[in-house]
């Protein structure tokens, strides 16, 4: 019950678009997305809650498709501090689990 | 604000022997989690704690991990005896969720780094 996450890796120069998506195959309450850096822990991003709503955090946005139980991430504009690998959490029932993760390099 | 403190950040074991892990969420975090964190793998819940409760410990393997919450703050991750497989990052997290609340958002410490020879 491990979440669908695609592309598994993606390259961008500095100030181009991204969208990682995330599928589950369970009915969601919610969908969560992490940034882990290199040797560093993950870092909450934000919560998407069943209901179709999208949010902003600062370039990045996400929204939430209760129906087909995707989310979809988006980064507008990126710069070299978006590199790391992006980890969708989805809650079904009484149960949360991460996705494998998309690894975003952002080159200069 | 305090975020989630872990020790060790590194250790080195040789197969068959223990090693024990410890974190201390935020304050006022009713729940804790311990993650296994497999080189290029997401986290995977080893155990989920409510106060000193066991919420999920489904995935824990019991025959040698064991965890424990004593006094619904600080908590202990042990392996015994370890194993190679056993090598992976062991993330401690903590939130605000008082139960079933998935519209809290988890707040991870950096980390113990395990390596088995």
Redesign the interface.
Known sequence: Q?PVQSPQAVILREGEDAVINCSSSKAL??V?W?RQKHG?????LM?L?KGGEQKGHEKISASFNEKKQQSSLYLTASQLSYSGTY?C?T?NG????????TRLSVLP | EAGVAQSPRYKIIEKRQSVAFWCNPISGHATLYWYQQILGQGPKLLIQFQNNGVVDDSQLPKDRFSAERLKGVDSTLKIQPAKLEDSAVYLCASSLATGWQPDQPQHFGDGTRLSIL
Not at chain 1, 40 to 44: I, L
Not at chain 1, 94 to 101: A, I, L, R
């Open positions: 491990q309450y919610s969560h992490y560093e822990a993950p870092v909450f919560i809650l980890f959490g809650a009484q149960n949360f689990v991460f996705g494998p993760g």
